[in-house]
């Protein structure tokens, strides 16, 4: 931290915590699919791109947005990895890629992501779509309101699967959303488990499982994240692969084959990795500074950063980045350990390249009227006495 120029800034509304894209450059070598994006995870900057806002059908790397809920839902609480699904005959009645689920098969939660992460089975995507939201139709309607919550708005889903439906327009979206999405399901690392898994098998042994994605075994770094096709929408796929601490982002949409999307991702990761460096500023738990605490039972608590904070940056690049810290000038307790209290944001060239939330450090109790009474009175006469010398 020494090394880098921090200043501090005082304001009472703050911004989130989410990385802002640079301007990206176009692609600097021949990519035949239709549309592709290369991001680099942490701070969410795009690197390079071709058609980044056109809209393609995803096919199967629809079942991001599946596995981004299930997850989410396990986090809230609202179901468990080890919940048992009762396949439904709609489940067991889905084509294309499965792993022929019958009606009232029993698998849990974490056997259907295992399916969808590695063989991207429609049965099971559709399964856990039911016990998530209790039916296929609702469930949907959690992908859109995701959608929007995430900006996404070259998406739209009109089902779990990806499969194109019989009459009416499918699912759309484009490689920036696809990449978006990719990054917010990377908070949940539990999800590379299942994608990075190039053999398993289901039903004890009797159901053997190969990945779709071959990269995951022939690509070092890489473990996912999702594979698509169907005839309308080519062959896909967004893959992540991470190396000398940079986690890559890389999509491709609408190639012509499967070997032609393997190639061109490898084209992306080998890009990102060759050209970029990754330079830390800050581990998560680093200490960046306290804050003031009014009618709490301690005065002032430290804030941390949530989360390693890396810059990725050119390798040929020599500027030294600047630090900024945004906090306002105190905070109401209760305050909770953990509880967003502000940013960091790391620039180059007064352009902001990454942003990370700062966190308080630990906890606050509101104290009661009598005492924050006296903490005021002390406050007058401390200022009062170091005015006076």
């Known amino acids: ?44 900057e ?10 393609l059908p995803p096919a199967s790397i629809t079942k991001m947005m599946v596995m981004l809920l299930v997850m989410e839902a396990v986090e809230k609480g609202e179901i468990k990895l080890t919940d048992v699904v009762v396949t439904t005959p709609e489940a067991a009645g889905m084509g294309g890629s499965q792993i022929w689920l019958e009606p009232g098969e029993e698998m849990t939660v974490a056997e259907l992501m295992k399916a969808v992460g590695i063989v991207s089975a429609n049965d099971a995507s559709y399964a856990l779509a039911e016990h998530v939201a209790g039916s296929h139709q609702a469930f949907v309607k959690l992908m859109n309101e995701r959608v ?5 708005e070259d998406t739209r889903f009109v089902n779990a699967t990806g499969l194109s439906p019989d009459t009416g327009e499918g699912n759309i979206t484009s490689a920036h959303d696809m990449a978006v999405l990719a990054r917010e399901l990377l908070k949940y690392p539990t999800v590379l488990q299942w994608t990075g898994t190039w053999i398993d098998s289901l039903r004890g042994g009797e159901s053997f499982l190969r990945n779709t994605n071959t990269l995951v075994r022939f690509y070092e770094g890489c473990d996912g994240l999702k594979t698509g096709y169907t005839e309308e929408a080519g062959f896909g796929l967004v893959g992540t692969a991470q190396r000398s601490n940079i986690r890559l982002i890389a999509v491709v949409l609408k190639a012509q084959s499967s070997v032609m999307r393997n190639n061109e991702i490898t084209k992306l990761f080998n890009y990102g990795f ?26 002032e608590v430290d804030v941390m950063v949530s989360g390693d904070l890396n810059l990725v940056v050119k390798r040929e690049e020599q500027e030294q980045p600047e630090v900024e810290v945004i906090l306002p000038s ?37 104290v009661g009227f009598f005492r924050f009474l006296f903490q005021i009175a002390r406050d007058f006469f401390t200022g009062f006495l170091s005015a006076s010398r």
């Not at 795009?46 to 809209?55: C, P, V």
């Not at 929007?148 to 996404?152: H, K, P, Q, V």
Request: glycine fraction near 12%.
């Open 148 to 152: 929007a919550a995430l900006g996404l």
């Open 330 to 366: 105190n905070v109401k307790a209760p305050l909770t350990q953990g509880e967003p209290v502000g940013e960091v944001l790391v620039k180059l060239g007064g352009e902001v390249k990454a942003r990370r939330e700062l966190v308080a450090a630990s906890g606050a109790a509101e």
């Open 1 to 44: 931290m020494r090394s880098l120029m921090i200043k501090f800034l005082f304001f009472t509304l703050l911004l989130g915590g989410i990385g802002l894209p640079g301007a990206a450059e176009t692609v600097p070598f021949d990519i035949q699919s239709e549309a592709a994006v290369l991001m680099e995870n942490t701070t969410g």
């Open 274 to 299: 060759s050209r970029f460096k990754s330079l830390p500023v800050a581990k998560n738990g680093d200490v960046f500074g306290k804050i003031r605490v009014i009618k709490g039972d301690v005065r």
């Open 46 to 55: 795009i690197l390079t791109e071709k058609n980044l806002h056109r809209q």
